[in-house]
C-alpha cells in the first residue's frame, strides 16, 4: 500500500468548514506547514482572528478529517491565528479599525467598548482603545489609568498601556472635571491628532470609543480614516431603540459596514433564576431586524461589571466566570468573527 500524501491531506482538509465564514479550510488559506511521516500527519492551521469563538470545533473537525484518510495513525494540529487586513486602511499600521457607537448616553458604549477590547487582547490580539468621546472620556477610569508616559523628543505621542491594551483619551490630557466647550474644527483637529500623531505600533484591532449620537466626531473620524466596521450599543426600551437606529443609519451613510447590535442591560437574573426585563424586551433584536444585522449579543445587568469599571478593573479580567464577563467575552470573539466575515466579503 503507498503512503499517506500532502494531496491526500488538503483533500480531506478542504472538506472542513469555517463555521462562521462558511467556507473550507483550503480555499481559506487556513492550512500551513503540512507534514507527512508515514502514518503520522502534523499541519497548522490559520485563523483569521486569535479570538475565534469556535476555535476548538475546528480543530478536532480538521484532527478527524485528516483521521479518516487510509493509512493515517495520529494527527498533529497547532492552531494559530493572523488577522485579516483592511487594505483600505493607509499610513498606519493597523489592521481593522472597529467604532463602538450608540444613538444615546447612557446605554453602556464605554462599558462595551473597553471590555471588548480587553477581551481580545487576552485571547492574543494586539489591540488599542482610543477614547474618542471629547465631552465624557470615561475609559481611563474604565481602565485604571491616569496619565500618559512621557513622549521622547521628536517622537509620536505614547500611549498609556492597561491589561494588553495600548490606550489614548482627551482624558489625559485636561484638568479632571473641566468643561471642552469645542466646536468642529477643534475637534476634528484632535480626531485626527489621536489617529495619525500617536504611536499605535502594529495593533490588529483598534477599538474606537464614540460619542453618542451621530455629530461631528463621527464625520470626523471617517473623513480621516475608513473605518473598517461598526457596532451599535443599544437598550430594550423604546427611546433607545429609536436612537440607535439613527446611529445605524449614519454608519451605513458613511458606507460604514455594521457588524452588529449589542442590547445592553437586557435582564436581571435573580436568586431563584428568574430573569427580570427591567428596561422592556427584545429592543435589540427589533432594531438588528430594522438595520438588517445580526443581533451580537444580549448583556445582562451585573454588579461586577458596574463595579469593574467604578474601579479601573475591566469585568473580563476582574471577574472572567461572572455572568457579565462572559457575556462580553463571547461578544468580543463574535465582533472578531463578524470582522473576518466582512473582509470576506
Partial sequence: MSGVTKAQVIAALSQVQDPELRK????????????????????TVELTTPACPLRNQIQKDAENAVLAIDGVKSVKVTMGARVMEDKKIENLSIKNIIAIGSGKGGVGKSTIAVNIAVALAECGAKVG?????????????????????????????????????????????????????????????????FLMDVDWGELDYLIVDLPPGTGDVQLSLVQTVPLSGGVIVTMPQQVSLDDAYRAASMFKKMDVPVLGVVENMSYLEMEDGSLRRIFGEGGGEQLA?????????????????????????????????????????????????????????
Fill in 129 to 193: 482603545l482610543m477614547d474618542a468621546d471629547i465631552y465624557g472620556p470615561n475609559v481611563p477610569t474604565m481602565m485604571g489609568v491616569n496619565a500618559l508616559p512621557p513622549t521622547p523628543q521628536g517622537s509620536k505621542i505614547q500611549t498609556a498601556e492597561a491589561y494588553g491594551v495600548k490606550v489614548m483619551s482627551i482624558g489625559f490630557m485636561v484638568t479632571p472635571g473641566q468643561p471642552l466647550i469645542w466646536r468642529g474644527p477643534l475637534l476634528h483637529s484632535a480626531i485626527k491628532q
Fill in 289 to 345: 431586524g430594522m438595520a438588517g444585522v445580526p443581533l451580537l449579543a444580549n448583556i445582562p445587568i451585573d454588579e461586577n461589571i458596574r463595579a469593574g469599571g467604578d474601579q479601573g478593573a475591566p469585568v473580563v479580567v476582574r471577574d472572567p466566570e461572572s455572568p457579565g464577563a462572559q457575556a462580553l467575552t463571547a461578544l468580543a470573539q463574535s465582533v472578531a468573527a463578524r470582522m473576518s466575515m466582512e473582509l470576506l466579503g
Fill in 24 to 43: 473550507d479550510l483550503v480555499s481559506l488559506n487556513m492550512i500551513k506547514d503540512i507534514e507527512v511521516n508515514g502514518s503520522q500527519v502534523s499541519f
